[in-house]
């Protein structure tokens, strides 16, 4: 935007998903807050979901249903995916019990890295243990899924059963069958960052410069 290069700007919000992005925003002796889940400029303060509050929620909805074998979808390349990953086979594991996690590479110029292959997803989902209960670390990658599921004609829910995260209605309506869903605070993630830059800009420097928050 003119308003960044024009010296227009006291304080910044961004998402900042991209190499080209963290470029212009790196040397600027600005405020910012970070509200991506990529991290590329760590040394920014950032609001983001509470991944493992959302793992966490994830695991007791489907332990309560009584399932015994547990997997994951994900994209390593997305922090917020990684650290929900980690934190899912953790809480499987100390349940003692094993968790196949898929973190298959996304397609090539994929947008934002959330559309991984089918091809390697297909071949993983007909080998997992049923009924199995799958974490994705967004609706998006459960919808995917969900695909995958309808191409292997596994039966959703009995032998294959899905929850993603972000409460996305667009993702619900692409999906071929209902996609159940986390729902993270996202109001509340963007009145939090306007409230961190309003501190960053009144000179408070000594805040917390991680801000997560837990799902509703």
Same mark, same amino acid.
């Given at each position: 935007p003119? @308003?960044? *290069? =024009?010296?227009?700007c +006291?304080?910044?919000i961004?998402?900042i @998903?991209t190499? &080209?992005?963290a470029?212009? $925003?790196?040397p600027m002796?600005?405020?910012?807050?970070d %509200?991506s /889940?990529f991290r590329?400029?760590?040394h920014l303060?950032?609001v983001d979901a +509470?991944d493992?509050a959302?793992a966490r929620l994830?695991? *007791?909805?489907? &332990?309560e249903?009584?399932?015994?074998?547990?997997a994951? %979808?994900?994209?390593?390349?997305?922090?917020?995916s990684?650290?929900?990953?980690h934190?899912? @086979?953790? $809480?499987? &594991? =100390?349940?003692?019990?094993?968790?196949?996690?898929?973190?298959?590479?996304?397609?090539?110029?994929?947008?934002?890295? !959330?559309?991984l292959s089918?091809r390697e997803l297909d071949?993983?989902i007909?080998?997992l #243990?049923h009924?199995c209960?799958?974490?994705?670390?967004? =609706?998006?990658?459960?919808r995917?899924?969900? !695909?995958?599921?309808?191409r292997?004609?596994l +039966?959703v829910?009995?032998e294959i059963s899905?929850?993603? %995260?972000? +409460?996305d209605?667009? @993702?619900?309506?692409l999906?071929?069958?209902?996609?159940s869903s986390i729902?993270?605070?996202?109001e509340?993630a963007? !009145?939090?960052a306007? %409230?961190?830059?309003? /501190? $960053?800009?009144a000179?408070?420097?000594?805040l917390?410069?991680?801000?997560a928050? #837990? #799902?509703l």
């Open positions: 003119d @308003e960044l *290069s =024009d010296g227009k +006291d304080g910044v961004a998402r @998903e190499p &080209k992005l470029r212009i $925003l790196a002796k600005l405020p910012i807050v %509200v /889940q590329l400029l760590p303060p950032f +509470d493992g959302i994830a695991f *007791s909805h489907f &332990k249903r009584g399932f015994r074998h547990f994951f %979808v994900g994209n390593d390349v997305i922090g917020g990684r650290h929900r990953r934190a899912f @086979e953790q $809480l499987v &594991k =100390d349940a003692c019990m094993a968790c196949h996690s898929f973190t298959g590479k996304p397609r090539v110029g994929a947008p934002a890295c !959330y559309s089918p071949r993983w007909v080998r #243990p009924p209960a799958v974490f994705a670390a967004w =609706d998006g990658f459960g995917q899924v969900l !695909y995958a599921c309808k292997a004609k +039966d829910p009995d899905v929850i993603g %995260v972000g +409460d209605s667009l @993702e619900a309506d999906s071929p069958l209902p996609l729902v993270p605070n996202a509340g963007g !009145y939090s306007a %409230v961190l830059l309003d /501190q $960053l800009m000179g408070q420097h000594h917390s410069q991680h801000i928050l #837990p #799902p």
